[in-house]
């Protein structure tokens, strides 16, 4: 779902690659949508309190307005080749420090002081004095020759945008591609787009739009994931459980299952190891086929089966059951390190003094829906078996009976 952000930015790449006169070029939806459409993405932004996003929007704002006020006279007046020299350079730059710097919040300093500086770096071109600082390159250097004869991106350029995409690229892989950072990446790859068809008319209005409506696809995604998905096993929660239950169809099933004794393994390991177990179980319900999970809330978990065949339902959950129980908990005593390297040394096998591995065993109780019988009254008899489950000694599946 998360690459739906980068789709805009796709299909204004496809239409240039494979469609470059397209009338759609010629002029914007409609005008002033640019501007538009950045003050309805920032407010969007502020009500959702993901002031975040106002830096980059604020960039693209400055930005655009530098595209109109220097870069719509041609290309061959030396004013627009100098600022369309340095306008990439410093937008991947800036773009990148973003990314790395540390943002403060909004309404602080610094957080105003970014915002205006966010808006001002891409402006600032427009009056400092870039003939004079152009003067003192050598008159002939490959790097400032273009990349294509056709456009005047040269090989500087163009090295800063690849290394500033690349870098982006590798964080995204070692970050396990977050939305946010997806959603940055849209608005330099919109960029990008503007700088290699720069002849284009009005594609700065269009990257703006493209890289806006980025933006607003990672929001609403931020806004789902806050909704749907609990932060803790990355599972989806009740809420979305309630939806699910709600389009059941007949033959389906649901399971109830909560972790053991986990009051007991809170107060002797500490809560914080009972989080990472509840992340652990988490990610093992979700691994598995042919059901889907939820975390119900605290150590509760439900699980949605479609179909309704007991035999299949029982060998299913056994084999949950069985995991969880032979899986090797490795908890870390003594609260968490205080560095990296502490942390480091107590996991190799010569200093594995902190650590302890412990098992932990789950009980489940399954109700296979009969008719068109209600969510609710579905729930109720997966919980009252999961009781069952209990009652009969923990670690083992109970099917509701019919
Ligand atoms: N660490 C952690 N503990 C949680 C969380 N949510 C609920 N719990 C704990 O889960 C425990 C549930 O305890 P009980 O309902 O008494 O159940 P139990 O000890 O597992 O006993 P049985 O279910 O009868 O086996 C409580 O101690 C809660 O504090 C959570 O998000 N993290």
Known sequence: MRWLILSP?????????GWPEHALFAALPFPLAAWLALAFV????????????????????????????GLQRPISEPD?????????????????????????????????????????????????????WQASLPDYHWLLQPVRAENPLNWLQASVLLLVIAGWLAQLSYRNWPKPML????????LALFYLWLAQPELSGWATLIASSCLLLTLALQMLQLAYIDELTQLPQRRALMGHLNRLGKKSAVTMLDVDHFKKFNDTYGHDVGDQVLRLLGAILAKQRGMTAYRYGGEEFTLVFHHANPKKLKEQLEQVRQQVADYPLVVRQGGRPKD??????QRSAKHNSGSKTVQI????????????????????????????????????VVLASS
């Open 80 to 132: 627009v080749d100098l600022l369309y020299s340095y306008l990439p350079l410093v937008s991947a730059l800036w773009l990148g420090l973003l990314v790395l710097l540390p943002r403060p919040p909004l309404l602080t300093k610094g957080g105003i002081g970014l915002l205006l500086a966010s808006a001002m770096v891409p402006i600032a071109l427009l009056y400092l004095p870039l003939p004079n």
């Open 9 to 17: 930015v796709l299909l204004l790449a496809v239409m240039l690659i």
């Open 42 to 69: 920032a407010s969007l932004a502020l009500l959702m309190r993901q002031t975040d996003w106002l830096y980059w929007l604020a960039f693209l704002a400055g930005h655009y307005f530098t595209v109109q006020q």
């Open 340 to 345: 990296h390297e502490t942390g480091k040394k």
């Open 183 to 190: 959603g940055q990446l849209a608005v330099l790859l919109s």
């Open 361 to 396: 065993t789950i009980s489940l109780g399954c109700a296979i829906r009969q008719g068109s019988e209600k969510p609710e009254s579905l729930l109720k008899r997966a919980d009252e078996a999961l009781y069952k489950a209990k009652k009969k000694g923990r670690n083992c």
